[in-house]
């Protein structure tokens, strides 16, 4: 039975949970639980037994561990650990092993006893796996069980390795990986090809005999998932649900994981809320998509049994608040995102002048800028602004090695056939060749191979470019050193970045930017490219008179859009312009048919963009504006929040 919650907030919460602003802060908390344990463990000479994972969401926790034990002597000599899981199978030494993984994180940087150190073993002959798991069971048992497990959550809703499908009372065992967990483990493998199709897990059972258990989750990425298991029913279509049965249990979350629970995106159904203008809109836009009921159609009953009660009592009549929030999404949609010239802009989202405007749009990846916003590019571009393009980064590791060769095969046989062949081309070819006979899943290619792969992206960019109608003065390729230094380091300084990108905003002076503002991975390259930016921004406008007509425009890439609520500038596109910025996305040749890095999502990159601004344009139709073919949408970033 699920567990009595007395708190309006949380009611439709069935397990604890605990919010933090940040993953940094939510971590320290953690590895302050842990280290309270281990210390009260020390004082009765006990054992902490502790169920560790891997992946990216504990490494902050491991980091702090490391440093309490660095810095304020916390000892690990008392302490046992069980990891969740295992790839199988998977040599000690691999990269993509979780003993080489604990190892670099924690076990390496601490006093803990390695013979207390026990991850399941993925090189087990197949015929001795089921007695080393009743083994593992056994050892957790004769311990006493876990004082405390720390768990992440994938986005198939699993725990450890407990793929949907798995029961409540199961132990630890060999399994096969879901199609969508291997997926998203693709990039560590250098492609999906690469992960093995089964792991060493310990069972929902085994979890569930733990004296503690928290399950943490960090950005936006994991906000459905987390809403499923925190607020949804019992299935063993999301192992994580099984969690809501545990008196033991705390999800620890920081705000962006959080943001899909009821409390946070739609807290008027939760409590009674405070209705400022940007939460009246996005409870209106919500309550005309979910009854599938345009705007100007909502009743006083519509909001009246639908949780919004409250609005209607405080701010007036349906009609009333219906038209003000039509209007001011009307008031989003413009054909001149350079500004329309000669005009009161008072209600317009960009001004009228200068008529001409300075105009740079930051691509992290030679293709982002076509991809995401190549419609308003057009159109910037048509209208007549001094438009100008930077790629971020080379793009170079997502070429396949094969158009490498076949790159080199048309350089070679060219010098042939116009007599200036001396060798060098074959000699590159036929090393690359043999490298890459031999090339390791994520092996960093050699420097000579990262530049022909570059100059690949390079070249589809600028025809990009040119079809868009910039000149090639306006075409500018950044290379920004973070991007290959990370291939080699987690430590990355990034302040050479930032002074290279200063230096080409002061030699455009733009009155708009755009740059890409999907956050989802927090250390994804677009992320990474955004923070340069607005570090660049911020401290020009310390010093430089022309930031302060300068505005920042963010676009979301292929696979989400922002939020009808959020949309401060909507550009809508003719079914010509769709065509258009299909063709501009077609010169980006490496890219089609099937990309090295493809996502979880199979349709080809242009068919992702068409059909993103297709439903945008859809759901503005859905709630009573015109119809369109296309919409393209944008958020201006706000330097004084």
Same mark, same amino acid.
């Given at each position: ?403 490498? #060769? @076949?790159?080199?095969?048309?350089? $070679?046989? =060219? /010098?042939?056939?116009?007599?200036? !062949?001396?060798?060098? *081309?074959? %000699? ?76 080409? #905003? @002061?030699?455009?002076?733009?009155? $708009?930017? =755009? /740059?890409?503002?999907?956050?989802? !991975?927090?250390?994804? *390259?677009? %992320? ?114």
């Amino acid at each position: 039975m699920a567990r009595l919650n007395l708190l309006e907030e949380t009611r439709f919460e069935k397990v604890p949970v605990t919010v933090y602003p940040t993953q940094e802060e939510a971590s320290i908390q953690v590895a302050q639980r842990i280290a309270s344990l281990i210390r009260g463990k020390q004082a009765k000479g006990e054992q902490a037994v502790l169920g560790l994972a891997t992946g990216a969401t504990p490494v902050k926790v491991y980091k702090e561990l490391v440093r309490l034990h660095k810095e304020e002597g916390l000892s690990f000599s008392n302490v046992v650990t069980f990891n969740l899981d295992e790839y199988y199978p998977m040599q000690p030494t691999a990269e993509q092993s979780y003993v080489v993984f604990m190892n670099r994180n924690l076990f390496d940087h601490i006093d803990i006893p390695k013979v207390n150190i026990n991850i399941p073993d993925g090189t087990l002959a197949p015929e001795d796996v089921q007695a080393f798991c009743m083994a593992y069971e056994q050892k957790i048992s004769s311990l006493g069980g876990l004082d405390i497990q720390i768990l992440g959550i994938g986005r198939t809703g699993h725990i450890g390795f407990n793929e949907p499908g798995s029961a409540p009372n199961s132990g630890t065992r060999l399994v096969t990986l879901d199609d969508l967990t291997r997926r998203d483990a693709s990039r560590d493998f250098g492609g999906k090809e690469n992960v093995p199709t089964k792991a060493i897990t310990m069972g929902v059972g085994t979890i569930f005999k733990a004296k503690e258990i928290v399950l943490m989750a960090w950005n936006e990425k994991k906000a459905e998932i987390v809403k499923k298991a925190v607020e949804g029913e019992i299935s063993s279509d999301i192992p994580a649900t099984y969690l809501q049965m545990s008196d033991n249990v705390e999800f620890v979350l920081d705000q962006d994981a959080a943001s899909a629970l009821t409390r946070f995106n739609l807290p008027w159904l939760a409590h009674d809320v405070e209705w400022d203008d940007t939460l009246v809109k996005k409870a209106v836009v919500w309550l005309s998509l979910h009854l599938d009921k345009a705007i100007l159609k909502l009743t006083d009953d519509d909001y009246n049994n639908n949780g919004m009660a409250q609005l209607i009592t405080e701010q007036g009549t349906a009609y009333s608040i219906n038209i003000r929030i039509f209007n001011e999404l009307q008031r989003t949609i413009t054909g001149w995102p350079g500004g329309k010239p000669g005009v009161d802009d008072s209600n317009r989202p960009e001004r009228a002048e200068p008529a001409r405007k300075n105009v740079i749009l930051f691509s992290p990846h030679p293709d982002d800028d076509v991809i995401s916003m190549g419609g308003t590019f057009i159109r910037l571009a048509d209208q007549g602004h001094n438009v100008h393009v930077a790629y971020q980064t080379s793009g170079n590791t997502a070429v396949w090695d094969d158009d490498v #060769l @076949r790159y080199l095969e048309f350089v $070679q046989d =060219f /010098a042939v056939a116009v007599e200036d !062949d001396n060798g060098v *081309t074959r %000699k590159i070819y036929d090393d690359s060749r043999e490298f890459f006979k031999v090339k390791k899943p994520n092996q960093v290619d050699p420097e000579i191979v990262r530049t022909i792969k570059g100059l690949i992206r390079k070249g589809e960019a600028i025809a990009g470019a040119r079809f868009v109608g910039l000149p090639d003065e306006n075409i500018h390729f950044m290379d920004l050193p973070f991007y290959d230094r990370g291939k080699f380091s987690k430590e990355i300084d990034f302040e050479d970045d930032i002074q290279q990108t200063m230096e080409l #905003l @002061r030699q455009v002076k733009p009155q $708009q930017v =755009f /740059a890409a503002g999907d956050f989802a !991975d927090p250390h994804g *390259t677009h %992320k990474v490219c955004f923070d340069i930016i607005l570090e660049a921004l911020k401290r020009l406008r310390e010093t430089d008179e022309w930031t302060k007509d300068c505005w920042l425009w963010l676009y979301r890439g292929a696979w989400h859009e922002y939020p009808i609520h959020e949309i401060e500038m909507a550009v809508p596109l003719s079914p010509q312009e769709v065509k258009r910025k299909r063709l501009a996305i077609f010169k980006h040749q490496s890219q089609k048919d099937l990309p090295v890095f493809p996502g979880d999502d199979p349709r080809e990159f242009w068919v992702r963009a068409e059909d993103r601004t297709s439903e945008t344009a859809g759901l503005y139709h859905q709630l009573g504006l015109a119809n369109y073919e296309a919409i393209e949408a944008f958020v201006r970033w706000n330097f004084d929040k």
